[in-house]
């Protein structure tokens, strides 16, 4: 079916020998119709002209102080437009990328602590390499009991319970982690050692999947 820009292109193509509106629809009176309607549309947005009923593009087009063939034109706009559009894609792309950066320059630093006896101070990145390996070991299913998490970070840092229980309720906060109620208390003879919260008992750690 013809469309206003396949009439356009095939008046631009003739350049100064021109066209008849029978020769873009070929005897095909179904589109003759159409052709008529797109060719006064051109005509009146200024694209061709018509001389002893035959259609021409307009020769030039003003830009600035130079001049361009339509058909030149026509083909700088739609490449202009393929360049915007690449480049507004790269710019969304670099914009998500500075964000996840900066996510995890923030998550890195903002639990750095005070000066410790062993091995420095509290970070994030020990925090969860801690995690992931009693998760390897134990197979715990991504759900890491909190008791023997506290154990393995105080090998690493002078640091009491309470304190590890702030780290964590603060990074659940953040939604770096997820914390996990016990329904049955009783069913776990360490449960005391759990974080107690608002009347609930956390006791397992879900280090939530986050891509960088």
């Known amino acids: 079916m013809l469309t206003k820009d396949?009439?356009?292109?095939?008046?631009?193509d003739t350049g100064s020998k021109g066209i008849t509106r029978s020769e873009i629809y070929k005897g095909k009176k179904s589109e003759k119709e159409v052709v008529e309607n797109i060719v006064k549309t051109l005509i009146d947005?200024?694209?061709?002209i018509e001389k002893n009923r035959r259609l021409y593009?307009?020769?030039?087009?003003?830009l600035g102080e130079e001049f361009v063939q339509l058909k030149d034109f026509l083909a700088f706009k739609k490449e202009i437009s393929k360049e915007l559009d690449d480049l507004r894609g790269l710019i969304s792309q670099?914009?998500?990328?500075?964000?996840r950066a900066y996510d995890y320059i923030n998550d890195v630093f903002i639990y750095m602590k005070g000066e410790r006896e062993k091995t420095g101070s509290v970070d994030i990145n020990t925090l969860k390499?801690?995690?992931?390996?009693?998760?390897a070991i134990h197979n715990f299913g991504d759900s890491v009991p909190i008791p023997i998490f506290k154990d393995e970070v105080k090998k690493k840092?002078?640091?009491k319970d309470e304190e590890i229980d702030k780290i964590l309720l603060d990074l659940d906060t953040k939604e770096i982690i997820?914390?996990?109620?016990?329904d049955n208390p009783e069913d776990f003879n360490d449960?005391?050692?759990?974080?107690k919260f608002e009347g609930r008992t956390f006791y397992f750690i879900t280090w939530m999947k986050r891509e960088y």
Request: aromatic share 10%.
């Open 6 to 12: 396949i009439v356009l292109k095939k008046i631009v």
């Open 45 to 48: 947005e200024g694209y061709i």
């Open 57 to 62: 593009s307009k020769e030039k087009i003003s």
């Open 94 to 99: 670099l914009k998500g990328e500075i964000d």
């Open 129 to 135: 390499m801690i995690y992931d390996n009693l998760n």
């Open 157 to 159: 840092f002078n640091i």
């Open 178 to 182: 997820y914390l996990q109620t016990l």
């Open 191 to 195: 449960s005391d050692r759990g974080i």
